[in-house]
């Protein structure tokens, strides 16, 4: 991992709310690396033990197992805390539209206690994971900050919600908010399984087993795939600024290239070939559209590199193969 161009003062406590899930785990590690001493705050709901077992022995690493939607948990997990990373959240648009109610309680409510928590323990910045989501039936492309659609999930509204609740707090409370934009975050700790897998891992799965991934719709869509140290690097610069300006606002996170489903499986039929040449014969199969998904999705990241230095390190590419080692060393 190299985000040593972030300089991150390693006294500080920092709170990874979500943080046995995917993007929190691997914010805890790189933290703890960094010296820092990490407070975890997790239901498992979504997060996996496994995911910070390595950290569980460390002097650093406090876990506190509790849900953002109980304010007695939020206030506990923010005791003594210097600035927080909050990516606890219920994710997937199909979840929302299957459950909105659910969605709406731990996005939205869950969110709110969160940034209460962080007032009363007068935390000095929060951190939280909004999504690219929010940018809905826009067409315009590149996807840019400030020009947004309308919501075309019950899961993007509750992202959309979390912006203008921080944007409120920060005005009529002082509290610091940085909201960072996720645009199809992919990487190690990635969960292949359940229903709502993301379709990284759910993909090399299937290639692994020579199953045949189904892609919904034509494989014309397309996304800004994002590897997970890219998403690293900003909450670490999110953190560490001491730019006032670029406070108070929200960030694109992504790489700024667009990839359609159709090459995402050809790349990652060709790297797992390497590892097993019977990949490169699966045939792929196409489904029908999904529900509530946006058709193409990409970012500009000009803000993020003018604002917080953002670098990203990892294309698709280097991404993909970085991933693809990882799935096949630890779930073959």
């Known amino acids: 991992m190299n985000n040593s161009s972030v300089q991150l003062n390693s006294n500080y406590h920092i709170l990874v709310t979500g943080g046995a899930g995917f993007i929190g785990s691997n914010l805890c590690e790189a933290l703890i690396k960094n010296g820092n001493k990490v407070t975890c705050l997790d239901n498992f709901a979504t997060g996996k033990r496994e995911n910070i077992a390595t950290l569980m022995n460390n002097p650093k690493f406090n876990l506190i197992e509790g849900d953002i939607r109980n304010l007695a948990d939020c206030q506990k997990a923010c005791e003594g805390v ?4 909050h990516q606890a959240a ?24 969160m940034l209460v928590a962080a007032r009363d323990a007068q935390i000095k910045r929060f951190v939280y994971a909004a999504s690219s ?27 959309y919600v979390n912006e203008l609740y921080a944007d409120i707090f920060s005005k009529t409370y002082d509290l610091e908010t940085i909201g960072l934009r996720y645009f199809n975050v992919f990487g190690r700790k990635q969960d292949p399984n359940g229903a709502y897998a993301a379709v990284i891992p759910k993909f090399v ?19 800004d795939f994002t590897y997970i140290d890219n998403v690293i690097q900003m909450n670490l610069r999110a953190i560490s600024t001491s730019n006032k300006e670029a406070v108070n606002t929200v960030y694109n996170v992504a790489y700024g290239e667009r990839t359609d489903l159709k090459e995402l499986v050809s790349l990652l039929k060709e ?14 199969k196409y489904g029908p559209k999904r529900q509530g ?3 193409h999705s990409l970012a500009s990241i000009d803000k993020a590199k003018n604002f917080l230095g953002y670098d990203p390190l990892y294309n698709i590419e280097a991404g993909l193969k970085e991933a693809v080692k990882w799935y096949w060393k630890n779930l073959k």
């Not at 210097?82 to 990373?85: G, N, R």
């Not at 799965?205 to 996304?223: A, C, F, T």
């Not at 790297?271 to 792929?284: G, N, P, R, T, W």
């Open 82 to 85: 210097d600035y927080i990373l």
């Open 90 to 113: 219920l994710g997937s648009v199909p979840r929302s539209i299957n459950d909105p109610i659910t969605s709406n309680d731990v996005n939205v409510s869950g969110f709110l206690n």
């Open 133 to 159: 989501s929010t940018y809905g039936d826009s067409k315009s492309l590149p996807k840019v900050e400030d020009i947004i659609g309308k919501p075309l999930s019950p899961y993007a509204i509750t992202k």
């Open 205 to 223: 799965m299937q290639l692994m087993n020579h199953e045949s991934p189904v892609i919904n719709g034509d494989g014309s869509y397309s996304r």
């Open 271 to 284: 790297y797992l070939s390497d590892f097993d040449a019977v990949i490169k014969q699966v045939e792929i």
């Open 293 to 295: 998904d946006v058709p």
